[in-house]
Nanobody
Framework: QVQLVESGGGTVQPGGSLRLSCAASRISFSIYDVAWYRQTSGKQRELVAAIISGGGTNYADSVKGRFTISRDNAKNTVYLQMNSLKPVDTAVYYC???????????WGQGTQVTVSS
């Protein structure tokens, strides 16, 4: 069974940084598109950043210039470097991997990020 294990969440002051990691197992990670989503209570889950198997990336407008998504296929891991964090970035962050043109779509358990002074 595919496993996605997220880590790196926590509490940070406004302006601070965090790096989230998502380690995948039991999949051919390099051929999957990978993304980070976030969700706050009462709201829909929203896309934060994505990186396709070929390496192309896209970001939500709200995080452009502050967040960077990257992947290490040798380690089956995707990262989200988050800088200049704001209170509005507070959410549960989820890792998602999916194989294009298929029904293969997996989610991590989520990791809490809290930005507060």
């Amino acid at each position: 069974q595919v496993q996605l294990v997220e880590s790196g969440g926590g509490t940070v002051q406004p302006g601070g940084s965090l790096r989230l990691s998502c380690a995948a197992s039991r999949i051919s990670f390099s051929i999957y598109d990978v993304a980070w989503y976030r969700q706050t209570s009462g709201k829909q889950r929203e896309l934060v950043a994505a990186i396709i198997s070929g390496g192309g990336t896209n970001y939500a407008d709200s995080v452009k210039g502050r967040f960077t998504i990257s992947r290490d296929n040798a380690k089956n891991t995707v990262y989200l470097q988050m800088n200049s964090l704001k209170p509005v970035d507070t959410a549960v962050y989820y890792c998602n991997v999916r194989l294009r043109s298929s029904s293969l779509d997996y989610w991590g358990q989520g990791t809490q990020v809290t930005v507060s002074s």
